[in-house]
């Protein structure tokens, strides 16, 4: 980048390639905003000041904020491939991001990770990746993969890989767990990420002492102080699904702002068309923080944090992503430039991107015997997964089982709904059976092979019929999302990629999700998001009573438990 032309435009000496005059430019530096020219030169800013250009573009004294960046974000969770991801969230100002693939190493493994490399590089966004910590995040499931503490250290030799990914295992750093602190020992030096939910105490002294220095699991504001205090960045979550902006922000003051920052973390591809980080910009002014304050949260906090030295202000030697806003309230953007070249208009793509032919690597080894999803009676009351609405955490109720023919049947009266997770990666054969109450089904089934965090196949319904014929359609498109009803497939969604992700863009795939939606609203689906609120039903870290593919798990006790039964 450092070139004697560069230094000669920056003097003012020769002309740059584009300038951008009468800006009203956000300076995170001094928080001020000052009305001036930017001057750019082969994708880098030189200057702010007099300058001339072959190119001049006046922006009438619009807002002008550096490039947004994402500090923590799942891509796998927009269903889309990373290059796809960077053609949605460009148009909305995001120009960096941080991405922690453990989804896809969930089934993949090291291989997976390097086809998200591959795939971020013919994108428009700068996407840098965190080794994932946790693969599998327990042993209470079966994962495709394993990543170790040889697996993470050569993760950390790529260019592309800057640090260690959220570590979940929370209790493993405090109680000293030797694989644990062997994966710690190799990022030293580089960020860690923290994932430390109600973590408080000395237990929080311990988890920050081995290294750890940012957290995305705060719901409080008090919490958020407590770990601020004990050296953390804070990285407020406003995505899809958890919202924690409201809650967080009056923890933010002129003194200890620089120590925020405000993430995504998991995205659905529907959002995702209406916005990014704009939109969580937008919300936190109408909450009552400062825009210059807010923005930087979202720009050079997280290039300090992350190490970005050449991303996330508008000055000289940094590089030309640039937002150019309509004002600081809607934060609409209103042209968005990537280093120094429109790549985006008024939340449209300055031009169409090609279309990719990606090659594609999936995970489908399912062992599926006869009558796969049969629940031999055993006693009069079965534990049953009830859903607590807009949470992912679940309470453990009993009902009295419905009994047919000697074998435990769904009650659709009572809302009591077969669950089955069906392994995937190994072709083991195992398949977790159990109840769940709170989707309103009336007939069929639906099923994806979306499952946090091992991704086996999930299928809920009314009947085993139906619950064969939609797992065997993931099974048949290589994994993908599927509602059946009668025998037939009424909609589906084909996610090749691992299981997790399709090829396709991201208009055709949200509008196969909405059909997906209207398919299961016709079976009597109550939820909103059907699909989204199944995938977390199989994650045996998160409160009270999940399934996987190894059997039920009481997540309190941190143990298996009978289906049948109280206790």
Not at 363 to 389: C, G, H, Q, Y
């Amino acid at each position: 980048m450092l070139t004697e032309d560069l230094l000669s435009v920056a003097r003012g000496e020769r002309m740059a390639d584009l300038v951008l005059k009468n800006a009203r430019v956000i300076n995170v530096f001094s928080g001020s905003i000052e009305v001036t020219n930017i001057a750019v030169y082969n994708g880098y800013i030189v200057g702010l000041g007099d300058y001339a250009g072959f190119i001049e573009h006046d922006l009438e004294e619009k807002y002008v904020a550096p490039g947004f960046i994402d500090g923590h974000v799942h891509i796998e969770s927009s269903m889309l491939l990373p290059h796809n991801f960077g053609r949605v969230v460009i148009r909305w100002g995001t120009t960096t991001v941080v991405t922690d693939p453990h989804e896809i190493a969930n089934v993949l493994g090291l291989d997976g990770i390097r086809l998200m490399v591959a795939s971020a590089e013919l994108g428009p966004v700068d996407i840098k990746f965190m080794a994932p910590s946790c693969v599998p995040a327990t042993d209470m499931e079966t994962a495709g993969a394993s990543l170790g503490t040889i697996e993470i250290s050569e993760l950390l030799k790529y260019s592309e890989v800057i640090g260690l990914a959220e570590m979940m295992n929370f209790p493993g750093v405090v109680n000293g767990n030797p694989d644990t602190l062997g994966k710690l020992e190799a990022a030293i030096g580089k960020p860690i990420d923290g994932h430390a939910p109600g973590l408080t105490g000395k237990g929080l002294n311990a988890y920050i002492a081995a290294g750890i220095r940012s957290d995305h699991e705060c719901t409080s504001a008090m919490e958020a102080i407590e770990k601020l205090r004990a050296g953390m960045y804070i990285m407020i979550r406003e995505g899809s699904t958890a919202k924690n902006l409201a809650a967080i922000l009056p923890a933010v003051n002129s003194l200890n702002s620089a120590r925020f920052m405000i993430v995504t973390d998991d995205m659905h591809p529907e959002d995702l068309l209406d916005g990014h980080l704009n939109l969580n910009l937008k919300k936190a002014v109408e909450l009552g923080l400062d825009p210059v304050t807010a923005v930087k949260m979202v720009t050079i906090n997280p290039a300090q944090y992350f190490g970005l030295r050449d991303v996330g202000a508008i000055a000289p030697g940094y590089q030309a992503d640039i937002v150019v806003l309509e004002d600081l309230t809607g934060f609409k953007p209103h042209r968005v430039y990537k280093k120094g070249v429109v790549v985006a208009r008024v939340g449209k793509p300055e031009k169409e991107w090609p279309v990719e032919n990606f090659p594609v690597m999936t995970s489908m080894n399912v062992s599926l015997p006869d009558r796969p999803f049969e629940i031999r009676a055993r006693e009069d009351t079965v534990k049953v997964i009830e859903i607590v609405p807009g949470q992912i955490v679940t309470r453990k109720m009993y009902a009295k089982s419905r009994v047919k023919d000697d074998l435990a049947v769904a009650d659709t009266a009572k809302d009591i709904l077969k669950i089955a997770v069906v392994e995937r990666h190994t072709g083991l054969g195992n398949i977790g059976l159990g109840f769940v109450h709170g989707f309103g089904l009336t007939r069929g089934a639906i099923a994806s092979s979306v499952a946090h965090d091992s991704h086996n196949i999930i299928v809920i319904g009314t009947d085993d019929a139906d619950m064969e014929a939609a797992v065997r359609e993931i099974i048949k498109m290589g994994g993908g999302i599927s509602v059946a009803d009668q025998g037939m497939i009424t909609a589906s969604l084909p996610l090749p990629v691992a299981g997790l992700m399709s090829g396709s863009d991201p208009e055709a795939v949200v509008e196969q999700m909405l059909e997906l939606k209207k398919a299961a609203a016709q079976l009597g689906c109550k939820l909103e998001e059907p699909f989204m609120v199944m995938s977390f039903l199989s994650l045996p870290v998160i409160p009270e009573l999940k399934l996987t593919d190894k059997g039920l798990v009481d997540v309190n006790r941190f143990k298996f438990v009978p289906l049948f039964g109280k206790g």
